[in-house]
C-alpha cells in the first residue's frame, strides 16, 4: 500500500476503474474531488442511515468527512478500501458525537398559547417598564447611554459605539458593567 502523501503520486480508486490523478506536490487538492467521486453516494448512503433519514445532517456530516480527509491528507493510503473504511469510519463517529450532543442538549418544546389568552394583561409590563425605568435611571450617565443604544434603540454594538463616539471595546465593557448594575438595582426594588 502506498501512503498518500503531499508530494506522493499515485491513484485513488480501484484497479479497474479508470479514475487515475497525478497529485500535485505540496497540496492535498486532488484528494477531495477524488473522494467525491468515487466515495460519495456510498457516504451518503451509509450516513443518511445513521441520521435517520435527516438529509441536512446527512450532508454536513459527508461534509465534515470530507474536510477531515483534507486534512489527513498526509496519512492516508491510497488503496479504496482502506479510503473507503476510513471515510466511513470518521463519518460515524461524527454522528455519534451529534447524537451524543443532541441528548446533552435539552429538548425544545413548542410554547403553546392557550385560549383564553387573548386578552393581554398590560399592568404587568406596565409595572415592569416602570420599574426599570427607575432602575435605569439610578445608574449613571455613561451606563444609561450604552443600554439605550443598544437595548432599547435596538442597535448593535458597532452602532452604538459609532453614536456615542467611543470604541467598540468600551461600549461592551459599559454594557457589561451597566447589566450588572441594573440586574443589583432591580433585585434591591423587589426586596422593598
Known amino acids: 500500500m502506498e501512503a498518500l502523501g503531499r508530494e506522493s503520486r499515485g491513484h485513488v480508486g480501484s484497479s479497474s476503474s479508470a479514475t487515475a490523478v497525478e497529485a500535485r506536490p505540496g497540496t492535498g487538492d486532488d484528494l477531495v474531488p477524488l473522494l467525491y467521486k468515487d466515495f ?19 450532508e454536513d456530516v459527508v461534509q465534515e468527512t ?33 447524537w451524543r450532543n443532541r441528548r446533552v442538549r435539552p429538548q425544545e418544546v413548542a410554547l403553546e398559547i392557550p ?45 452604538a459605539a459609532t453614536n456615542l463616539g467611543i470604541p467598540e471595546g468600551t461600549v461592551k465593557s459599559r454594557l457589561y458593567t451597566a447589566m450588572r448594575q441594573l440586574r443589583k438595582a432591580l433585585g434591591e426594588m423587589a426586596v422593598r
Open 40 to 58: 460519495r453516494a456510498t457516504l451518503f448512503s451509509q450516513v443518511l442511515a445513521l441520521t435517520n433519514h435527516d438529509r441536512q445532517w446527512t
Open 66 to 98: 470530507m474536510i477531515r480527509a483534507w486534512q489527513h491528507s498526509g496519512t492516508l493510503e491510497r488503496e479504496p478500501g482502506m479510503l473507503r473504511g476510513w471515510l466511513l469510519t470518521v463519518a460515524r463517529r461524527i454522528v455519534i458525537d451529534g
Open 115 to 159: 385560549e383564553n389568552a387573548e386578552s393581554t394583561d398590560r399592568a404587568d409590563s406596565s409595572l415592569a417598564a416602570l420599574t426599570i425605568s427607575r432602575a435605569l435611571s439610578e445608574l449613571d450617565e455613561k451606563y444609561q447611554s450604552v443600554i439605550t443604544e443598544t437595548y432599547l434603540a435596538g442597535n448593535t454594538v458597532r452602532q
